[in-house]
């Protein structure tokens, strides 16, 4: 079975310009996550969604970051525009759990350098 | 104070070596318990939960103190193969899952 599917799996952009991260969940899973991982600040929650619906995004860092999950199987993280510091691994994570409360599969995550 | 708390290592120890991490979180009214393993530039995957009454899984045993508030994850006979960040991971309720900065072991031959 195929896991989380994440693209590109990297992205080296300059600063200013937008970056569209992509993610396809596990079939039949409700709950999707997206994470950033930096050395400096490890693992964070950006934004969590519910059956497609966007249930916190308190952790998206500012405006410039927007998610979107038009359907089931693929949802979107938009950085425009894209800073030096939003360099880090962008981790897409689905659970069969209605609560997102289980388990957690992680894709291979997205490796962002912006310049 | 963080939520949740791991001494970030790193583990240096031999091959079959008994090598124990300890996590410890602040929000008393914590759900779930979690143990995953990160290997370098990967993603993290579930290595196994963790129930009150403690659990093993095969050279793996995990325990919580939830009067303590601390979580525990011994590994018996280490393999070369078990060198990784173990990240710590605790569900304070819902989707409110939040993951320890990891203990990075490295098993030496």
């Known amino acids: 079975d195929a896991g989380v599917i994440q693209s590109p799996r990297h992205e080296v952009t300059e600063m200013g310009q937008e970056v569209t991260l992509r993610c396809k969940p596990i079939s039949g899973h409700n709950s999707l996550f997206w994470y950033r991982q930096t050395m400096m600040r490890g693992l964070e929650l950006l934004i969590y969604f519910n059956n497609n619906v966007p249930i916190d995004d308190s952790g998206m860092p500012e405006d410039r970051f927007s998610a979107k999950m038009p359907n089931a199987s693929f949802s979107t993280l938009k950085i425009q525009p894209s800073e030096p510091r939003d360099s880090a691994v962008y981790f897409c994570?689905?659970?069969?759990?209605?609560?997102?409360?289980?388990?957690?599969?992680f894709g291979p995550g997205t490796r962002l350098t912006v310049l | 104070r963080k939520e949740v708390e791991q001494d970030p290592g790193p583990f240096n120890v031999p091959e079959g070596a008994t090598v124990a991490f300890n996590c410890t979180y602040s929000n008393s009214a914590s759900q779930s318990f979690f143990w995953y393993r990160q290997d370098c530039r990967k993603e993290p995957k579930l290595l196994m939960s963790v129930y009150s009454s403690g659990n093993e899984d095969g050279r793996f045993t995990a325990q919580l103190n939830r009067a303590s508030q601390y979580i525990s994850l011994l590994i018996r006979d280490s393999k070369l193969s078990d060198s990784a960040t173990y990240l710590c991971v605790v569900n304070t309720g819902g989707f409110k899952t939040i993951f320890g900065a990891g203990t990075r072991l490295f098993v030496k031959a």
């Open positions: 994570a689905s659970s069969p759990d209605p609560q997102g409360a289980d388990t957690q599969y």
